[in-house]
């Protein structure tokens, strides 16, 4: 059974008019007591303990379908079983049955999960993993939908990677206007509908965007209504130099906004550090298990293990998204 607390044990007794006695007025001693005296009281669920392993994520359906494969083992105790995001998109179908399916999950065994929206117009510049909604009317209605979905229940969620460090792949000033506009969108929808979400915008990584720049485009883009912003989303920057980015985009929200923000690093495969490619590049090794703290808000498993960055690099048959045993075999290797 799940570890509940008694929500009576705040309750304080009505009196029946202006010269109620303190004993009415007393607050109960213990839960017990509450219930006693208030029998009507209901449970509140504890605060969720840990985070979410995905049951039906790539590698583990990989797994299942593979047991006899030589790395199957492996895999299973080094990635399958460890909690990791689950991405939402055009390939996500209803949106709000599919974000409320996976968040009444993790709530079921009273855990975080862990999602990342990833659905802007114009997804990553027309690259691997282009695409996106259709429209701008499309994007507020899938991602307001998103929101609700996950409605008043604990979640981490983690909005469009790339999507601001990627403002100067776009034609124009137009463009940008939008995009910026899109993601301020998001966050008050987050505000307003998922008030029990940690909410992190994304902020690119460590050796892309200098940080009093990615400072000035978060706050444009709304980060004042959510919780913070994620670092190193699919990349391999180190959790040092992360933290240390954080730390500076920090500073920068300070110094020029008067305010700073929590944030999240991605550390699914920066064991090794970065070589400076970023599309299945070799030698690269799974980071830090999901976990809070870490010098920051919390280390998270954001990109898969093992999923593709696209036909590029170790995996040039594997388009993005998909899952390779041996990008994920290499990854625990470190090789």
Known sequence: MKSRRMAAASIFLSTVGCGGSGAENAEPKNAEEANLLHPNAVEAPAAPSGFYVDPNSNPAIWVDA????????????NISTKPMARWFGNWSGDIGAAVSSYVGAAASHNQWPILVAYDIPGRDCGGHSSGGAGSVGAYRTWIATFAAGVGDRPAMVVLEPDALAQLDCLPNDTERTIRTDLL???TEMFRDKAPSARVYLDAGHAAWIAAPTMATRLHAAGIGNIRGFAINVSNYQTTSQSNAYGGSVNGSLS?????????VVDTSRN??????????PPGRKLGAVSQFGGGADALLWLKVPGNSDGECGIAPSTPAGIFNPTLADRLIQGT
């Open 184 to 186: 301020r969108y998001a």
């Open 255 to 263: 110094s020029q906004y008067g305010y700073t923000k929590s944030f």
């Open 271 to 280: 064991g090794n550090g970065s070589n400076g490619e970023w599309c299945n």
């Open 66 to 77: 593979h047991g006899s494969d030589s790395r199957a083992a492996s895999i299973r105790a």
